[in-house]
Structures are given as structure tokens and as C-alpha cells.
T-cell receptor
């Protein structure tokens, strides 16, 4: 059974600082997704990582995937308040199993 | 806007009652998923339909049922409601049965009193 673990679950960081969110998954996964959720809102797709070594960047966020270590990271560079949200990673393996989500990392960027 | 429409946005009902949540997928998407989000359990996959057929089942209670209609919209029926069923219920859709990103609706917030 595919399980996905994120850490930390809560993260308070100062504006301008860098930090990394980690996402571990338990079995071979074909794809790794990162989503963002603002309070009371829907989930917005950020990145899809398809292969070992994949790296994607959008603004201050960069996601990477290491399939050998079963690890994905979401790196935040020079955080700004607008990045405050909950970030979820989700993994998918072959067959008919839908996405399995981690518990999410609630990020708060403070001045 | 993801293109996935969920109604109603909010629902308040009493224990023991039955409710129906509705979802219209993005145009062109054949696969519909239902997820339950609660504070203690996170995002839990309930059930998936693809082009009208059930494809995968997750942690869905026997009191819950779903279907996808020929026009591809889907309904999630929750019956004999309990306080613990209070949660945010998301519908998501994707083009393929798997391997493509999920696009989430804005959710239905269910409160059982």
C-alpha cells in the first residue's frame, strides 16, 4: 500500500528565508504531484514530476524528485507572505490506484 | 478556476439525515474522484469513476455511495449521517483514468449537527 509522508507538518518561516519541505513515499511511484491549498479553498496543482532527477521551478518554488530515495522536495527561496498556504504532495503508482496525499505542510510566512 | 463545479458550497444537516453532493467535471474530463478532507484524517480518497464506471474504491463507508451519469456529472450520496462525517468533500476530475493531474473543485463543506 502506497503511503506518503510529509515533513514538517507545520512551518513558520521569516520572509526572505529559504526552506525545504520533504515528501517521502513508501513504494514505487510513477508520478509525484505538489498542490497548494489556501484556507477554505480548493487545491491548485503546482508541479508534476515524472522521472528520477526531475526538477521544476515556478517563481520561488522548486520541486525535485529522487525516485531511488523515494523522496521529493519542495524548496522555497526567499519566502514572501503570499506563499503562506498548505502544501500537499501526492504520489501515484501504476495501475488503477488514484493519488495518495500526504497530510500537508501548513506554511506560514511572517515578517 | 479549475473548471470543476461542485454544489452546494455549504450544507448543514442533522444526524441521521441523507444528503447528495453534486459535481460537474471539467469539459473533456472522463474521470471523477471524490475525496474527503477532515482536520484529523487529511485528504482521504473515497471513490473514482471513469466514463460512468467505478474504477477504484478507497476508504468509503457503506453509508456512502456515488455514481457517474452519462453526461459525466457525479453525485456522492451520504446517508445516516454522523457528527464525524462533517468535513470538506472535494470532487476532482482528470482526462485519463490515471496518470494525469487532478483538477479539484471548490468543495462542499458538510456540517452535521
Amino acid at each position: 500500500e502506497l503511503k506518503v509522508e510529509q515533513n514538517p507538518l507545520f512551518l513558520s518561516m521569516q520572509e526572505g528565508k529559504n526552506y525545504t519541505i520533504y515528501c517521502n513515499y513508501s513504494t514505487t511511484s510513477d508520478r509525484l504531484y505538489w498542490y497548494r491549498q489556501d484556507p477554505g479553498k480548493s487545491l491548485e496543482s503546482l508541479f508534476v514530476l515524472l522521472s528520477n532527477g526531475a526538477v521544476k521551478q515556478e517563481g520561488r518554488l522548486m520541486a525535485s524528485l529522487d525516485t531511488k530515495a523515494r523522496l521529493s522536495t519542495l524548496h522555497i527561496t526567499a519566502a514572501v507572505h503570499d506563499l503562506s498556504a498548505t502544501y500537499f504532495c501526492a504520489a501515484e503508482n501504476s495501475g488503477n490506484t488514484p493519488l495518495v496525499f500526504g497530510k500537508g505542510t501548513r506554511l506560514s510566512v511572517i515578517a | 478556476d479549475s473548471g470543476v463545479t461542485q454544489t452546494p458550497k455549504h450544507l448543514i444537516t442533522a444526524t441521521g439525515q441523507r444528503v447528495t453532493l453534486r459535481c460537474s467535471p471539467r469539459s473533456g474530463d472522463l474521470s471523477v474522484y471524490w475525496y474527503q478532507q477532515s482536520l484529523d484524517q487529511g485528504l482521504q480518497f473515497l471513490i473514482q469513476y471513469y466514463n460512468g464506471e467505478e474504477r477504484a474504491k478507497g476508504n468509503i463507508l457503506e453509508r456512502f455511495s456515488a455514481q457517474q451519469f452519462p453526461d459525466l456529472h457525479s453525485e456522492l450520496n451520504l446517508s445516516s449521517l454522523e457528527l464525524g462525517d462533517s468535513a470538506l468533500y472535494f470532487c476532482a476530475s482528470s482526462v485519463q483514468v490515471n496518470g494525469s493531474p487532478l483538477h479539484f473543485g471548490n468543495g462542499t463543506r458538510l456540517t452535521v449537527t
